[in-house]
């Protein structure tokens, strides 16, 4: 009966020592899940820290893009409508001269003295704005483009006027015709760009 009760007590022993180790290997477990529990809370909280971040660079830099393009928008209608003063002009003098009201040589006088210089600083005021970004200066660089082949036109309708030749003016005239439609695209594009930034 000895026997018995000495292997019962060894047994309750045996079974309270790994019940006290078994206690004390589960809690360094539980400190370290706390610990990894902060350090992911800390990291977390950093996260949220650089998203806030983020979302208020990115608003910054949406409001400064919006005005610089606000700022793009209103030179080139400054400039647009020394485009239209100057087209207005034209057609005045192309209407003259149909009519008879103008001969060649006063047409071709005008068109060297009055339309060449107003085309080239209009010209020069468009190349002289500077586009906000590169989506920007590709439709600049369409203005620019109509700009300068209407100079080459209208050179080329005061050249053939001087020397009476047919061709010159036919050529000036396929000439204008790519302005109009480079117009058209420019045009169109700045419509897009307006409503894309929501610009006044």
């Not at 990291?43 to 806030?52: F, G, I, L, T, Y």
């Not at 660089?141 to 005061?158: C, Y």
């Not at 204008?176 to 117009?183: M, S």
Request: proline share 2%; hydrophobic share 40%.
């Amino acid at each position: 009966m000895r026997k018995w009760f000495f292997l019962i007590m060894v047994s309750c022993m045996l079974g309270l020592t790994a019940c006290s180790i078994a206690k004390e290997e589960e809690k360094p477990e539980k400190e370290i899940e706390k610990v990894v529990t902060k350090e992911e809370t800390a990291a977390e909280e950093n996260k949220s820290d650089s998203k806030v971040e983020a979302t208020v660079t990115e608003e910054v830099v949406v409001s400064t893009d919006k005005e610089l393009v606000q700022y793009y928008v209103d030179d080139v209608r400054v400039a647009y409508m020394e485009v239209t003063d100057l087209a207005v002009r034209w057609d005045e003098l192309r209407f003259g001269s149909s009519n008879g009201q103008l001969d060649s040589y006063t047409f071709a006088t005008t068109i060297y003295e009055e339309i060449l210089p107003q085309n080239m600083f209009v010209l020069e005021n468009i190349e002289a704005i500077i586009p906000p970004n590169d989506d920007i200066a590709a439709t600049h660089e369409i203005l620019i483009d109509a700009i300068s082949k209407q100079h080459i036109a209208f050179s080329e309708i005061a050249a053939g006027l001087d020397a009476n030749d047919p061709n010159k003016i036919t050529k000036a005239n396929e000439i204008l015709n790519e302005v109009r439609k480079l117009d058209r695209e420019f045009s169109r594009k700045m419509e897009a760009l307006i409503k894309e930034y929501g610009i006044q």
